[in-house]
């Protein structure tokens, strides 16, 4: 499967922006997916992930209550809603699906996803 994350850019601290991944094939809407951002000079990092059926979602702490993940398994489309952005939010940020079909449990780490999209550049300026 293929992954295209867009949406990415610059924006003011205090802004927000919506990252967008679309999927090449119909059969992700059975996989869990997440985000993930890498800022420059470290390592990638987990920052959201959502089920499968989306009924169930988990975050990094620090973007809590300020981003929100969801999908729309119709579309083949998984959303990243960034609000109230800082200047410690910038980085690339990647989307990824787990390589299972209907995993309960949510993953939080890189080896839990099997497919990842090319990245996209979110800055946020001060």
């Known amino acids: 499967v293929q992954l295209q994350a867009s949406g990415g850019g610059l924006v003011q601290a205090g802004g927000s922006l919506r990252l967008s991944c679309a999927a090449s094939a119909t059969w992700i809407a059975t996989y869990n997916m997440g985000w993930f951002r890498q800022a420059p000079g470290k390592g990638r990092e987990f920052v959201a992930a959502i089920t499968w059926s989306g009924d169930s979602t988990h975050y990094l702490y620090s973007v809590k209550g300020r981003f929100t993940i969801s999908r729309d398994n119709a579309k083949k489309t998984l959303y990243l809603q960034m609000n109230s952005l800082k200047p410690e939010d910038t980085a690339v940020y990647y989307c990824?699906?787990?390589?299972?079909?209907?995993?309960?449990?949510?993953?939080?780490?890189?080896?839990?996803?099997?497919?990842w999209g090319q990245g996209t550049q979110v800055t946020v300026s001060s």
């Open positions: 990824a699906a787990d390589g299972r079909p209907r995993v309960g449990s949510l993953g939080f780490s890189e080896g839990n996803y099997a497919y």
